[in-house]
């Protein structure tokens, strides 16, 4: 009789766990991806509000890897990914920028189309079996199903916590989590107006005090039909600095920096909210380890166990605009490892 084919089981549906996932079932092989959020894609992300649309996560994507640029192509081919022709000021000259299309959330729809996955459940406890599988389980204890190999494409902080009794027992390497990257939180504001804002451009890149970028998202390529609206962008220094203060603060401080940049008042605000993202921006810090020997790979695995990582805080990005570059390679990458593993089994 055949062995069974192998289980996966993929905790958080960003554009990480989507990529594996989808190079897992693509070679027939059985995946469930877990994520606890409304929407798949982590910061793929569209916010909405009746006729009113924000991409108030990543603002658009940018390429310099080859392969990437090859999925970007697929993306556009199926009508999920447009060039952003709007005019830019303050970004790095040849830097071309795309967005999704209708939104930026169609990216991570189109990756996850025929997967199964489960939303709104949050992972709270992974158990080891005797026998090297693994029993994942929800906050109220109810199992989730029995997998052959676990991917956590969460933030580190959370993987950290889900893998603690594997660090503590010995079968998880402590040096999968002790990396030179700092994940950094970013508060933005997304805001709708009566009119046209007074800009020239419609992408700014700012100093950061407190405003990295603002960006009129109504002017993103199939974004018709609904009012001007605009996503703003705290840099992760001040976001930082208020934490522990009420999101909604922020709002009329953000709207006074667009307004003091554009040295011009703003049109009547006909809706505006702040969202947080915590774990937002993986940064590469300037204080590695010296007692650790630094991998570049961007995703982590380990066959004896079936326990793999994956996310772009393995292989942090340069810039802003490659986050979802850098998900894409670790997830791609990870898929690969776990098809030879499944291949040796």
Not at 41 to 50: N, V, Y
Not at 173 to 184: I, N
Request: with cysteine; aromatic share 8%; net charge neutral.
């Amino acid at each position: 009789m055949a062995a069974e084919s192998p289980r996966l089981a993929v905790i958080g549906a960003g554009i990480a766990g989507l990529t594996a996932a989808r190079l897992w079932q693509d070679r027939g092989l059985s995946v469930r991806l877990f994520d606890k959020g409304r929407n798949i894609g982590g910061r793929c992300a569209t916010r909405r509000r009746d006729e009113l649309a924000f991409d108030h996560g990543a603002p658009a994507i940018a390429a310099t890897d080859g392969d990437f640029r090859w999925a970007m192509r697929r993306w556009m081919m199926g009508a999920a990914l447009q060039r952003w022709r709007g005019s830019m000021q303050g970004f790095p000259e040849g830097l071309r920028l795309f967005t999704g299309t209708p939104d930026m959330n169609a990216i991570p729809v189109r990756l996850g189309a025929g997967l199964d996955i489960a939303q709104r459940v949050e992972v709270a406890r992974i158990e080891r079996e005797p026998d090297g599988g693994w029993h994942l389980h929800d906050a109220d204890g109810t199992a989730l199903g029995r997998f052959d190999a676990v991917l956590l494409t969460c933030p580190p902080v959370q993987a950290q916590r889900l893998l603690q009794p594997g660090l503590n027992a010995g079968w998880v390497d402590p040096g999968w989590f002790d990396r030179p990257v700092h994940m950094r939180a970013v508060c933005t504001v997304m805001a709708a107006f009566e009119s046209r804002v007074a800009s020239a451009h419609d992408a700014m890149a700012l100093d950061g005090e407190p405003l990295e970028f603002a960006l009129r998202n109504s002017s993103k390529p199939e974004r018709t039909g609904g009012p001007e609206s605009w996503v703003l962008h705290a840099a992760p220094d001040i976001t930082e600095q208020f934490l522990d203060h009420p999101k909604e603060a922020v709002v009329d401080d953000f709207l006074a920096a667009l307004a003091y940049h554009l040295d011009t008042s703003l049109p009547r605000v006909l809706f505006a909210r702040a969202h947080r993202w915590l774990h937002a921006r993986a940064e590469a810090t300037d204080t590695p380890n010296p007692d650790r020997t630094a991998t570049t790979e961007p995703s982590l695995f380990d066959p004896e166990t079936g326990l793999g990582l994956a996310g772009d805080w393995l292989s942090p990005p340069a810039s802003p605009f490659l986050g979802v570059q850098s998900a894409w390679l670790s997830g791609r990458h990870m898929g690969k490892r776990l098809r030879t593993w499944a291949r040796s089994r």
